[in-house]
């Protein structure tokens, strides 16, 4: 009778005790959402425009000049 010898297998790895259910899984993605983005009204033009940006059309930013506004 030929019996093989006995070996144990041996992991570093990290291994669950059990599968993450989806309500604990969906609880830690609460924070990962994308909020919508805020527009702020521009005081001169009245027109909508990310707050503590560059106006690309006017290139004004906190009432200096910053860039040459584009020809159309």
Do not use: C, F, W
């Given at each position: 009778?030929?019996?093989?010898?006995?070996?144990?297998?041996?992991?570093?790895?990290?291994?669950?005790?059990?599968?993450?259910?989806?309500?604990?899984?969906?609880?830690?993605?609460?924070?990962?959402?994308?909020?919508?983005?805020?527009?702020?009204?521009?005081?001169?033009?009245?027109?909508?425009?990310?707050?503590?940006?560059?106006?690309?059309?006017?290139?004004?930013?906190?009432?200096?000049?910053?860039?040459t506004p584009?020809?159309?």
């Amino acid at each position: 009778m030929s019996s093989a010898p006995h070996t144990e297998i041996e992991t570093d790895m990290a291994v669950p005790k059990r599968k993450v259910s989806p309500s604990r899984r969906n609880m830690r993605r609460a924070h990962d959402a994308l909020g919508a983005n805020t527009y702020a009204e521009d005081k001169d033009t009245g027109e909508l425009r990310r707050p503590h940006h560059v106006d690309l059309k006017t290139g004004m930013y906190r009432g200096r000049q910053v860039l040459t506004p584009k020809e159309d």
